[in-house]
């Protein structure tokens, strides 16, 4: 399966076993969603199920949190990562902190997917990375898939967890284990070990980071289209590397990274987002209290530009392989 | 009190569907001429029917009728007659140009000629417009150059946006066109800002913002109404009701029980529902509106009901949603037939004229286009350095982005 096949499969799956699962957004419901993730749904569940919104990130986020407090399970699509800031105050003061507030007593149990990054010449409205912007959200779960497997198996948990989760859909990834070499065509998921995905149920648990390469002299702490440019980098570097694909980014898996640099002795950070404030400021931090004493080189960070994501100069801004490859040479010394 | 029925979810669904014959029979189309033309001074308790009416100038024989009659001459009619025509043509060019390859994205306006371009002309062109992606009329008609707007769909080493937007997020503080933005319905309430600081500041000049029916549901539109309202600000707030979002019919946004233009009530304020393809009625409502914000007298919402003759972008396929040859049964037609249709009942145009236009505004475009193409296009030929993507995040580059530049290599 695509990674678009492989997330309808995840909500069919979900809407078929526990009908409180319902899925709506911009132009999901009969076209399907402007990225077919939801293509087919209200055919087979009924429009009451899956069904369109008016173009309001706030409300389609107000509303889903009124269906959680119902006792439904919302998957809202936000057509854009890019788009999801009208929604942020019903992200940030109440899905996120309902349940704080309530004493338990309310709890919003949705799930928010969105597609992030860029890679398709979308300009800085349809490019961006904002995950750092929720992991700094107390009580928002932050997750980020880099294959088909791990995509369906962690919306599926997601779906499931009762507590608001963002799950961010790489959309480079969409169709293929896309490795920065844009020059390059991908090789369709078809053709890859991730993309076996089975029919039924499954999960990936949140909150577990999955070693994708392993390697003795470095570790790469990456998540979602950089996991593929990373072993890409990897590959052409000829670094031993141990890539860490971290899935989760709230609450982070700390043991497989901790165990990882703690083996490695070195840890280079990688994210398509801007840099200053990134998600890697925060591994960085972690990866400095609990492996000080193991570190022999600085920690380095492979990240976007702190530049809005610019138009035509897509892949001068985008940190491909080549700068990744860079990056493991400095945290070793080179 | 216990409920004796099931509640049952309500989901708007369109008249039809691919497959489907188009039906419009929900269009109701009062004769031209039929709507009263209210003094600008009118209180908008007073006309609140216009808010639910059709204000049509043209009838079916192009005759203009009705107190509407914005009486243009014909050479102004020309002027429009043309500036409609090259913008077609351009939408055509830059549509072909992407599936060519030479850029990423376009977006046309192609069966909404009328609302860009006939605003343009009603409006002053020291007046401040905070556009859509669907108003490129506004720039031809203000007599913009083509080659420039093609620099920037290219992002070309003379795109003045240095390649930074995705194309058609034009810019032109010197045509008083707003930077366009991604993200949906933001301007609408900034065009409202930029009226009040014209009020604050004693100017004359008035704004005018546009917005789609489908992003009229985005909490931004209302902050638009709400300061237009309690400021009185002098602003023309034009919502484009082109019947679909993106595959989303207008009843999706809320479209289903009252019209747009009825939004404006709430807020007291007066609002007039225009055929958005009728040249001449989108003219003289323009005119309404712009002579009320003049005269201290504050803002009016206009809808313009037209519909999207052609994909929402080069990424869409509308016959995924909606029937295939829905556009050919709009009851309002074409904008650019019926303007030649009066002109050539008013006698001051001809069909040799026509084609002779025709010619000459391909030309124009097939000879903008051979320029735009030597500066470059996408990703082809020459453009704007990576070492100015730094530039412009602030007004002095910090130290952070210095470096980040050397690490590119600049
Ligand atoms: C805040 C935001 N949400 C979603 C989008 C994605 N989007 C781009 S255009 C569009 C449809 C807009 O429809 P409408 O306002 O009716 O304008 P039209 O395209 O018909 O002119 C959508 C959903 C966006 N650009 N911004």
């Known amino acids: 399966m695509s990674m678009v096949q492989a997330l309808n499969s995840a909500m069919d799956v979900m809407m078929g076993r526990d009908d409180k699962v319902v899925v709506f957004g911009e132009d999901v419901g009969y076209f399907g969603g402007v990225f077919r993730c939801t293509e087919g749904l209200q055919r087979k569940y009924g429009t009451d199920r899956a069904f369109d919104t008016p173009i309001a990130e706030a409300g389609i986020l107000a509303t889903a949190v009124g269906m959680g407090v119902y006792g439904l399970r919302p998957v809202v699509e936000i057509q854009f990562a890019d788009y999801i800031y009208p929604a942020t105050d019903q992200l940030i003061s109440s899905a996120a902190r309902l ?236 | 009190m216990k409920n004796t029925v099931p509640l049952q979810l309500h989901v708007p669904e369109p008249s039809a569907r691919p497959g489907q014959p188009p039906d419009f029979s929900w269009v109701k189309l009062p004769a031209a001429g039929s709507v009263t033309r209210p003094d600008i001074g009118a209180e908008p308790a007073a006309i609140r029917e216009h808010a639910f009416a059709l204000i049509r100038v043209l009838d079916d024989n192009g005759n203009a009728v009705g107190p509407w009659d914005p009486r243009l001459d014909p050479e102004t009619l020309r002027r429009g007659l ?12 830059m549509f072909r140009a992407q599936r060519q390859g030479k850029t990423s994205f376009y977006m046309p306006c192609t069966g909404e000629e009328a609302i860009g371009v006939a605003q343009a002309m009603a409006l002053d062109d020291r007046d401040m417009t905070f556009p859509t992606y669907r108003q490129q009329g506004l720039l031809i008609a203000r007599g913009w150059p083509l080659v420039d707007m093609m620099n920037q769909v290219y992002s070309n080493s003379h795109d003045r946006l240095k390649g930074r937007q995705m194309p058609i997020m034009y810019s032109s503080k010197e045509a008083g066109f707003f930077s366009i933005a991604g993200n949906l319905a933001t301007h609408f309430p900034q065009a409202v800002g930029w009226a009040m600081a014209s009020a604050i500041r004693h100017d004359d000049r008035i704004a005018a913002g546009w917005i789609g029916e489908g992003a009229t549901a985005e909490g931004d539109f209302h902050h638009a109404l709400t300061f237009a309202s309690v400021y009185r600000a002098p602003v023309i707030l034009n919502i484009v009701n082109n019947q679909y979002a993106i595959s989303s019919f207008q009843g999706i946004a809320g479209g289903e029980h009252a019209t747009f233009a009825a939004r404006g009530l709430g807020y007291g304020l007066p609002s007039l529902r225009v055929d958005g393809n009728d040249f001449l009625a989108v003219h003289a409502v323009t005119s309404w509106a712009a002579d ?73 475009v097939r000879d903008a286009q051979r320029e735009a193409e030597s500066y470059g296009t996408m990703g082809v030929g020459e453009h704007h350095s990576p070492a100015t993507m730094f530039e412009d995040v602030f007004k002095e580059m910090p130290w952070h982005l210095r470096r980040q530049r050397q690490e590119l290599g600049f």
């Not at chain 1, 928002?140 to 919306?155: C, E, F, Q």
């Not at chain 2, 929402?312 to 909606?322: G, Q």
């Open chain 1, 99 to 334: 349940r704080y507030r309530s004493a338990g007593e309310f709890t919003a149990p949705i799930t928010v997917r969105t597609p992030c990054g860029g890679g398709i010449f979308g300009g800085q409205t349809h490019s961006q990375s904002p995950e750092a912007i929720f992991t700094h959200v107390c009580g928002l779960k932050t997750v980020i898939p880099s294959n088909p497997y791990d995509a369906k198996g962690l919306l599926i948990s997601a779906i499931e967890d009762d507590d608001p989760v963002i799950f961010l859909e790489p959309k480079r990834l969409y169709n293929g284990p896309f490795n920065g070499h844009h020059d390059q065509p991908v090789t369709p998921w078809t053709e890859h070990p991730s993309g076996e995905v089975p029919d039924g149920h499954y999960t990936v648990p949140l909150s577990t980071a999955s070693v994708v390469r392993a390697g003795e002299d470095v570790t790469v702490l990456t998540y979602g289209t950089m996991v593929h440019v990373a072993l890409a980098a990897v590959a052409e570097s000829g670094v031993d590397a141990e890539v860490v694909d971290l899935r989760t980014l709230v609450p982070i898996d700390i043991d497989t990274i901790v165990a990882s640099v703690t083996k490695t002795g070195r840890c280079v950070i990688v994210h398509e987002a801007t840099r200053t404030s990134g998600f890697g400021a925060e591994l960085s931090a972690l990866v400095q209290e609990n492996c000080f004493y193991s570190l022999e080189a600085p920690i380095v960070r492979v990240t976007g530009w702190d530049t809005p994501y610019p138009h035509s100069l897509e892949w001068e801004y985008f940190p491909g392989p080549r700068r990744v490859a860079e990056g493991l040479r400095k945290a070793m010394g080179g």
């Open chain 2, 82 to 93: 043309r500036a409609m025509m090259l913008t077609r043509a351009y939408d055509n060019r």
């Open chain 2, 292 to 364: 009320r914000a003049r005269s201290n007298l504050g803002p009016t919402v206009i809808e313009l009901l037209t519909y999207r003759a052609s994909a929402h972008s080069t990424s869409d396929d509308p016959s995924k949603y909606r029937p295939a040859d829905e556009a050919s049964q709009w009851p309002l037609g074409d904008p650019i037939a019926r303007l030649r249709a009066h002109l050539v009942a008013l006698g001051a145009w001809s069909n040799e004229q026509h084609a002779q236009l025709a010619a000459e505004v391909d030309g124009a």
